[in-house]
């Protein structure tokens, strides 16, 4: 379900916890670290994970790619966000959402 309002919802999540660890611990190092982890999170997994999701679903994925935002915000924003429609690719995959 989340997976229609964010593409990566574990990882959102991931970096929330962490960032309220750092807030309620008063942490500055681990904030800055947490901002470091996002960055490699992003660029080093979410681009290969997509890469190999493309790849294999093909205008599916794109389409759904399309629809909904990345853990960053970016998405095709002049399209309407559809967070109640199932994205065409688990349907392939007999996966219901």
């Not at 611990?25 to 290969?48: E, P």
């Not at 190999?52 to 629809?67: I, N, Q, V």
């Amino acid at each position: 379900m989340a997976d229609r309002i964010v593409r990566n919802p574990i990882y959102v999540a991931f970096i929330f916890v962490l960032a309220g660890v750092a807030l309620a611990v008063g942490s500055d190092w681990m904030i800055v670290t947490g901002r470091g982890y996002a960055i490699v999170l992003h660029f080093c997994v979410v681009k290969r994970e997509e890469a190999y999701l493309e790849a294999r679903f093909g205008e599916m994925y794109r389409e759904y790619k399309a629809r909904v935002p990345d853990m960053g915000g970016s998405g095709d924003s002049t399209k309407e966000h559809h967070a109640l429609l199932t994205p065409r690719w688990t349907e392939r995959l007999g996966v219901n959402l």
